[in-house]
Structures are given as C-alpha cells and as structure tokens.
C-alpha cells in the first residue's frame, strides 16, 4: 500500500467502509444524503493512530486518530458531510481528501460535548490547499496523543492559526474564531459605511470601526 502523509507502517488499516454506513440514520436530511450519494465515492479506513500502535502514551481527551481517505468527485465539496461522519465516529479524525490525483487534508478541531456523553462537537475545520497526490506529509510527534493531535492540527492549519509562545491548541483556536468574528464584524460595518448618506450616522460608524479595528490590533498583536 502507498505510505499515506508519511504515517508508520505499523498504523496502516485500510478498510473500506460503506458511505451508506454515514447516511441510513434516520436524522440525516435528504439534502445530506444526496451529497454522500453525489460527492462521495470511495471511504476507506487508512490508518488508526493510537497509543497502541504508536508506542506513546494515551492523552487525556484524545485516544485514537483515525485516518479516512475520501475520495470525492470535485474538489469543490460540502463540509457537511466531514461533520457528519465526524458526529458518527467518537475518535478524533484526519481526513484524507483524494480528487484527480491530487490531495487535501482536513482536520476538525474536536472537542468533547459538555453532556460528557461520546458525543464531539467539531466547532472548526481547518484544511490544506489541493497538492498533487503524495506530497502531503505530517511529523507525528509528541509525548502523547493530545500533542500529537494538536500538532497535527496546526501543521494542516499552517498560518491561520499562528499561535503565540506557550499558548494551548485551544486557545490557538478561540483567537482564531474570535478574529473571523472580528472580520465579518468589520466587512459588515464597511458596507454600512459606504451605504450610509448621513454624515453623523456615517461618523459613528467610522468610530466603531476603529474600536473593532483595534480590538483586532490587540487580539493580533498578542504575539
């Protein structure tokens, strides 16, 4: 079998698992399911991450990593179907996106839900941009799954999630999604903005876009 990302033997899997395995629930919107139909072609199991196969020590919240390769028929694709396999499967997931001869990671940031139930909750995906397919390599390393995992995470995330010294994956990613907050904030007032015909209106606007816009700066600047 092809090395896949440059992981160990030793943690190679490949099996195939059934897409319909992701769709025949009953909570599963017709609108998904036809995405599965139409998007997906091929799941396979790659490899199984874990402490046994790794020889690290298990983490605290993370105990596997699977590897999925998801052969789809576009590169454009609906991320809906990666949270709903991720919903499925109570291990953290890396997937492999494979197109064309070409390929793309995908990692969700995972976290366990509250209801301490097996249920995760994905609150973000990062990616990968298209590569030409085997070029695509990750460093496993850490002294035990969790650093493996937030590793992982912020070699496929690269520069959007820069983190600052000493600063944990989750905090990496709170400031992440507080600075996309930030810039939805900002675009949304930039459009007022050039919409607006009053002068008063139009200069209140422009103060609270400097106060965004700093708040931006010092979230930024954290560094």
Not at 34 to 53: C, D, G, H, S
Not at 118 to 141: C, M, Q
Request: hydrophobic share 40%; charged share 30%.
């Amino acid at each position: 079998g092809i090395a896949m990302l440059g992981l160990p033997e030793r943690t190679e899997f490949n099996k195939r698992i059934p897409k319909q395995k992701f769709y025949e629930k009953m909570d599963v919107s017709p609108a998904l399911k036809r995405v599965f139909v139409e998007q997906i072609r091929i799941i396979y199991w790659r490899n199984k991450l874990a402490a046994t196969t790794m020889n690290i020590a298990a983490g605290e919240e993370v105990t596997e990593i699977e590897v999925f390769e998801v052969r789809v028929q576009e590169p454009q694709f609906d991320e809906a179907v990666l949270r709903q396999i991720d919903k499925e499967i109570p291990y953290h997931i890396l997937f492999l996106l494979t197109c064309d001869r070409k390929e793309q990671a995908w990692i969700g940031y995972k976290e366990a839900a509250a209801s301490g139930s097996n249920a995760f909750k994905v609150s973000r995906y990062y990616h990968t941009d298209w590569v030409p397919e085997g070029s695509l390599n990750f460093s496993i390393d850490g002294l035990n799954m969790d650093a493996v995992y937030a590793n992982l995470v912020r070699q496929i995330a690269g520069d959007s999630l820069s983190s600052t010294q000493g600063e944990t994956l989750q905090e990496s990613v709170a400031r992440d999604e507080a600075k996309q907050e930030l810039l939805k904030k900002i675009a949304s007032l930039e459009m007022k903005i050039r919409k607006e015909k009053q002068l008063n209106r139009k200069m209140e606007l422009n103060a609270e876009l400097k106060k965004i816009r700093k708040k931006m700066e010092s979230l930024l600047g954290g560094r």
